[in-house]
């Protein structure tokens, strides 16, 4: 069998050309996302300042949460933490006790802004003292001079800070900075900024600079910081094994809210925002690679299933020679075997250099930091190929099913002829699935879910729809052909010929038009589902900020800025507004399922006056240090309501019960949760604002000027009329754009299937054109035909698929807004159904042309 299998791919190298290449092109995703997985699982970035520490000890970077399943078990979930996790200084003294210790050094830490020049700063953003960021934005940390000894710092220029007023900087800061020792810097933590000297200048042993920028200050001058012990770094005694010890150490704490590192770890403790990347890393790699493996196994069951439907005469006479149904299915097998192999080692190369655009691509898009490493393996592109096989054997065994179960006087009876209708048992499966279809709808219509449960219900749904037009297809087909046929049959000759042919041939219409539903109701959905969930989001925060003034800095405003500014006579009032996250125990559709909310904190006297989230329950001003106040979608999710107690975790890990005192609608603008401020800010790692919201009282002359001169104080803190909304919606963007990207690969894929259904069902009807010609028909009306007939097939395809795609965007705008009309963008709906329709044209007319060039005496005598 493997001979005639590999005969029979020589002969027909252009039937399993676009099985080749989508699976070849899933190989390469699969790859992709498999590396991504297994970086984000095993996120890290090569220690610098614990480079020298043999083991270093953190706060666990996750919290662990016991949820229960439909059937009542329970089962244990991790989250990660956005915020650092602070240790307390006694926990030193616990590992100096550990046998094998030489010594415990604390890691303090403290994010600052870097200011160097005169400091004549505005208040607008001008003028020569503003802070200065590394080589990606990233503001500098300070730390204990006496940390160093954990990393792989030298000193190149200068000496260590002997004084509370000095400060060692690393090379690179130091020359984006242009400064160098015996210079004079501010730095700025929650105030106003202190000046140091440059006593120094450090860099890593290998001569680059740290990946982000470093100021060592003393220990005395640290302390005055405010900092939080990040870490406590041990060094080992001579000739004990770092392993070894760290499991002593964890032995000894026996604490699980903290972390022993050894190794690469190290690294994960040193830069939280890898660690928490790389959590997020692992569910986008799933979900993309889970999204491309539907969608290529959809694609494959149709490229098999047009290639078995062309090859019946062959599989007839192979039957009807004696050929018993086991061994051609083992053909077959051993075809797509031959072609799943060779497409998936092709496609490891491709996918090597996918997963390094799309980690470029990420990083510019903010959701993994830039320079990200990637663990590349053998392993992920090993099970990609396995993948690309398994799925080329289910699809075309379960495509050439019926051709070797019926009888071989049968088969050729349907190889000569198209078969009418719809069997029994796919009516009933179609039926199923709109009864489902319907199901789901009516249960997205009537569950007062959040946005997120809808977006997978919405998602569901246009699944099963494409389900049940691709099982009903010739019906679906066959309803198209009397809806534009008599529209045909009105444009002449050309015409008539389209509307007999897609007629009598229904089966090879719903083949054709299938693709293109898949296309434009997939695309269709994920992209105007970001679009209407960006459009409330906007709308919400211009409708919502009623502030007249907001204050903004690039690395956080000082808390001090709103005490300072609140205390104006011209300021009705004002609040600090800080950003951070929670994690609780959300329900969705029965189960529990550990989530991560955007959480805001602000000052509750001045909600009403500088922010207006339009609660629909409750009463905000009774929000406390013990209290919140929760969205709509977040008390859908979490199923609560006023009253009840609210269990969450901090940023940083922190428990927390509150009260649910108002549910708010404009969550989607804000954040899911509000907090009192103070209490947010505490278990933040910046403790720093994102903005400062001002109101200004009814006589408020001269309030530009003096909100500038209180901005002025702080460097980099600029006066602005109100948030900037792309600035608010970075996350949700960056989301958005993860989704496009998915829809461009659907696009693919549906180019792959509509040019090879197209193209194989043009190409199988060489004999017809043939005899069109020969029996009189010009080459310009067999043309005309064929581009009729696309038209059928474009309208059916296009429209269809729009059909499919409004229920499931329903269900997302009702979520969204309460209204049952979406953001369609015209220019993103032309796109999706102009790249389609182009597809369509293009394989349909392209192999029509070439096989109008064939003499049609030659082409009618062709073989098949």
Same mark, same amino acid.
């Given at each position: 069998?493997?001979?005639?299998?590999? *005969?029979?791919?020589?002969?027909?190298?252009?039937?399993?050309?676009?099985?080749?290449?989508?699976?070849?092109?899933?190989?390469?995703?699969?790859?992709? @996302?498999?590396?991504?997985?297994?970086?984000?699982?095993?996120?890290?970035?090569?220690?610098?300042?614990?480079?020298?520490?043999?083991?270093?000890?953190?706060?666990?970077?996750?919290?662990?949460?016991? &949820?229960?399943?439909?059937?009542?078990?329970?089962?244990?979930?991790?989250?990660?933490?956005?915020?650092?996790?602070?240790?307390?200084?006694?926990? !030193?003294?616990?590992?100096?006790?550990?046998?094998?210790?030489?010594?415990?050094?604390?890691?303090?830490?403290?994010?600052?802004?870097?200011?160097?020049?005169?400091?004549?700063?505005?208040? %607008?953003?001008?003028?020569?003292?503003?802070?200065?960021?590394?080589?990606?934005?990233?503001?500098?940390?300070?730390? %204990?001079?006496?940390?160093?000894?954990?990393?792989?710092?030298?000193?190149?220029?200068?000496?260590?800070?002997?004084?509370?007023?000095?400060?060692?900087?690393?090379?690179?800061?130091?020359?984006?900075?242009?400064?160098?020792?015996?210079?004079?810097?501010?730095?700025?933590?929650?105030?106003?900024?202190?000046?140091?000297?440059?006593?120094?200048?450090?860099?890593?042993?290998?001569?680059?600079?740290?990946?982000?920028?470093?100021?060592?200050?003393?220990?005395?001058?640290?302390?005055?910081?405010?900092?939080?012990?990040?870490?406590?770094?041990?060094?080992?005694? +001579?000739?004990?094994?770092?392993?070894?010890?760290?499991?002593?150490?964890?032995?000894?704490?026996?604490?699980?809210?903290?972390?022993?590192?050894?190794?690469?770890?190290?690294?994960?403790?040193?830069?939280?925002?890898?660690?928490?990347?790389?959590? %997020?890393?692992?569910?986008?790699?799933?979900?993309? /690679?889970?999204?491309?493996?539907?969608? !290529?196994?959809?694609?494959?069951?149709?490229?098999?299933?047009?290639?078995?439907?062309?090859?019946?005469?062959?599989?007839?006479?192979?039957? !009807?020679?004696?050929?018993?149904?086991?061994?051609? *299915?083992?053909?077959?097998?051993?075809?797509?075997?031959?072609?799943?192999?060779?497409?998936?080692?092709?496609? @490891?190369?491709?996918?090597?250099?996918?997963?390094?655009?799309?980690?470029?691509?990420?990083?510019?898009?903010?959701?993994?930091?830039?320079?990200?490493?990637?663990?590349?393996?053998?392993?992920?592109?090993?099970?990609?190929?396995?993948?690309?096989?398994?799925?080329?054997?289910?699809? =075309?065994? @379960?495509?050439?099913?019926?051709?070797?179960?019926?009888?071989?006087?049968?088969?050729?009876?349907? #190889?000569?002829?198209?078969?009418?209708?719809?069997?029994?048992?796919?009516?009933?499966?179609?039926? =199923?699935?709109?009864?489902?279809?319907?199901?789901?709808?009516?249960?997205?219509?009537?569950?007062?879910?959040?946005?997120?449960?809808?977006?997978?219900?919405?998602?569901?749904?246009?699944?099963?729809?494409?389900?049940?037009?691709? =099982?009903?297809?010739?019906?679906?087909?066959?309803?198209?052909?009397?809806?534009?046929?008599? &529209?045909? %049959?009105?444009?002449?000759?050309?015409?008539?010929?389209? #509307?007999?042919?897609?007629?009598?041939?229904?089966?090879?219409?719903?083949?054709?038009?299938?693709?293109?539903?898949?296309?434009?109701?997939?695309?269709?959905?994920?992209?105007?589902?970001?679009?209407?969930?960006?459009?409330?989001?906007?709308?919400?925060?211009?409708? /919502?900020?009623?502030?007249?003034? =907001?204050?903004?800095?690039?690395?956080?405003?000082?808390?001090?800025?709103?005490?300072?500014?609140?205390?104006?006579?011209?300021?009705?009032?004002?609040? /600090?507004?800080?950003?951070?996250?929670?994690?609780?125990?959300?329900?969705?559709?029965?189960?529990?399922?550990?989530?991560?909310?955007?959480?805001?904190?602000?000052? +509750?006297?001045?909600?009403?006056?500088?922010?207006?989230?339009?609660?629909?329950?409750?009463?905000?001003?009774?929000?406390?240090?013990?209290?919140?106040?929760?969205?709509?979608?977040?008390?859908?999710?979490?199923?609560?309501?006023?009253?009840?107690?609210?269990?969450?975790?901090?940023?940083?890990?922190?428990?927390?019960?509150?009260?649910?005192?108002?549910?708010?609608?404009?969550?989607?603008?804000?954040?899911?949760?509000?907090?009192?401020?103070?209490?947010?800010?505490?278990?933040?790692?910046?403790?720093?604002?994102?903005?400062?919201?001002?109101?200004?009282?009814?006589?408020?002359? /001269?309030?530009?000027?003096?909100?500038?001169?209180?901005?002025?104080?702080?460097?980099?803190?600029?006066?602005?009329?109100?948030?900037?909304?792309?600035?608010?919606?970075?996350?949700?963007?960056?989301?958005?754009?993860?989704?496009?990207?998915?829809?461009?690969?659907?696009?693919?894929?549906?180019?792959?299937?509509?040019?090879?259904?197209?193209?194989?069902?043009?190409?199988?009807?060489?004999?017809?054109?043939?005899?069109?010609?020969?029996?009189?028909?010009?080459?310009?009306?067999?043309?005309?035909?064929?581009?009729?007939?696309?038209?059928?097939?474009?309208?059916?395809?296009?429209?269809?698929?729009?059909?499919?795609?409004?229920?499931?965007?329903?269900?997302?705008?009702? !979520?969204?807004?309460?209204?049952?009309?979406?953001?369609?963008?015209?220019?993103?709906?032309?796109?999706?159904?102009?790249?389609?329709?182009?597809?369509?044209?293009?394989?349909?007319?392209?192999?029509?042309?070439?096989?109008?060039?064939?003499?049609?005496?030659?082409?009618?005598?062709?073989?098949?």
């Amino acid at each position: 069998m493997l001979t005639l299998a590999l *005969r029979t791919l020589r002969a027909r190298k252009g039937g399993f050309a676009g099985t080749f290449v989508a699976l070849l092109l899933g190989a390469a995703v699969l790859g992709a @996302c498999g590396v991504l997985l297994e970086s984000g699982i095993r996120a890290g970035s090569s220690p610098e300042r614990y480079a020298a520490a043999d083991v270093v000890v953190t706060g666990r970077q996750e919290v662990e949460l016991t &949820l229960k399943d439909l059937d009542g078990s329970t089962l244990k979930q991790s989250q990660p933490l956005p915020e650092r996790v602070p240790l307390r200084a006694p926990l !030193a003294d616990r590992i100096t006790g550990v046998d094998g210790v030489r010594s415990v050094i604390a890691d303090a830490g403290a994010p600052v802004r870097l200011i160097a020049g005169d400091g004549d700063g505005d208040g %607008n953003g001008n003028g020569n003292g503003q802070p200065v960021a590394g080589r990606h934005g990233t503001a500098p940390e300070a730390h %204990n001079w006496s940390s160093r000894r954990l990393g792989d710092f030298r000193l190149t220029a200068g000496h260590a800070p002997r004084a509370s007023g000095e400060v060692v900087l690393d090379t690179g800061i130091a020359e984006r900075a242009g400064v160098r020792p015996g210079d004079e810097v501010r730095l700025m933590t929650t105030s106003v900024p202190r000046a140091f000297e440059v006593a120094g200048l450090v860099e890593l042993t290998d001569g680059r600079s740290p990946r982000r920028p470093v100021a060592f200050v003393s220990d005395a001058a640290m302390r005055q910081l405010t900092p939080s012990v990040y870490a406590f770094g041990v060094l080992a005694d +001579p000739g004990t094994s770092p392993g070894r010890l760290a499991d002593r150490i964890e032995s000894a704490l026996d604490d699980d809210t903290l972390a022993v590192h050894t190794g690469e770890g190290r690294g994960r403790a040193e830069f939280l925002d890898v660690a928490v990347s790389g959590s %997020n890393l692992v569910v986008l790699a799933a979900a993309v /690679g889970g999204n491309v493996l539907l969608i !290529a196994v959809f694609v494959l069951f149709a490229t098999t299933s047009l290639s078995i439907r062309h090859r019946r005469r062959e599989i007839a006479l192979l039957r !009807a020679i004696g050929t018993t149904p086991g061994q051609i *299915r083992r053909m077959v097998a051993a075809e797509a075997a031959a072609t799943g192999l060779l497409a998936g080692v092709l496609g @490891c190369p491709v996918g090597l250099v996918l997963v390094y655009w799309l980690r470029d691509r990420f990083a510019g898009q903010g959701i993994v930091p830039a320079g990200f490493g990637l663990a590349v393996s053998p392993l992920p592109f090993l099970a990609a190929v396995l993948v690309t096989v398994l799925t080329a054997l289910v699809a =075309v065994l @379960c495509a050439a099913l019926r051709a070797t179960r019926i009888r071989p006087t049968e088969a050729l009876g349907e #190889a000569a002829v198209e078969s009418p209708g719809l069997g029994r048992g796919r009516r009933i499966t179609g039926a =199923v699935l709109l009864v489902l279809s319907a199901g789901v709808f009516v249960t997205g219509l009537a569950q007062d879910a959040d946005f997120f449960t809808l977006v997978g219900l919405a998602n569901s749904l246009v699944l099963v729809l494409v389900i049940a037009v691709a =099982v009903l297809g010739p019906l679906v087909a066959e309803s198209a052909v009397r809806l534009l046929g008599p &529209l045909l %049959n009105r444009t002449g000759v050309t015409g008539y010929l389209a #509307a007999a042919n897609t007629r009598a041939n229904v089966g090879r219409l719903a083949g054709a038009i299938t693709p293109l539903v898949l296309a434009v109701s997939f695309a269709s959905t994920v992209v105007f589902a970001q679009t209407t969930g960006l459009r409330e989001s906007a709308d919400q925060l211009r409708a /919502g900020l009623v502030a007249d003034h =907001v204050l903004t800095a690039p690395n956080g405003v000082s808390p001090e800025v709103a005490r300072k500014v609140g205390e104006l006579k011209q300021v009705e009032s004002a609040t /600090g507004l800080v950003k951070s996250k929670a994690v609780a125990v959300g329900r969705m559709l029965g189960t529990e399922d550990a989530v991560s909310l955007s959480a805001q904190g602000v000052d +509750p006297g001045a909600l009403g006056t500088t922010l207006d989230l339009r609660p629909t329950e409750g009463d905000l001003k009774e929000l406390s240090p013990t209290t919140v106040a929760i969205s709509t979608t977040a008390a859908s999710w979490l199923d609560l309501g006023v009253g009840d107690t609210a269990r969450l975790h901090l940023g940083d890990g922190t428990p927390f019960r509150g009260r649910v005192v108002a549910v708010y609608e404009r969550g989607f603008g804000f954040a899911d949760l509000t907090l009192e401020h103070d209490l947010l800010l505490a278990h933040t790692t910046a403790k720093a604002d994102e903005s400062v919201l001002v109101r200004s009282a009814p006589s408020a002359a /001269g309030l530009p000027e003096a909100l500038a001169d209180v901005a002025a104080a702080y460097p980099g803190t600029v006066l602005r009329d109100g948030l900037a909304v792309d600035d608010q919606l970075t996350e949700q963007r960056a989301n958005a754009w993860v989704n496009y990207l998915v829809v461009g690969l659907i696009i693919a894929y549906t180019a792959i299937t509509v040019v090879n259904t197209l193209a194989m069902s043009t190409g199988a009807r060489r004999r017809e054109f043939a005899l069109l010609r020969l029996s009189g028909t010009a080459r310009g009306q067999v043309v005309g035909m064929m581009r009729r007939e696309s038209v059928i097939v474009i309208v059916a395809g296009i429209g269809i698929g729009t059909l499919l795609s409004a229920f499931p965007l329903i269900l997302v705008s009702l !979520a969204l807004s309460g209204s049952p009309v979406p953001a369609v963008p015209g220019l993103g709906y032309l796109a999706i159904a102009g790249a389609t329709a182009v597809l369509a044209v293009a394989g349909t007319m392209v192999p029509t042309r070439l096989l109008l060039r064939i003499r049609p005496v030659e082409a009618i005598g062709a073989r098949e």
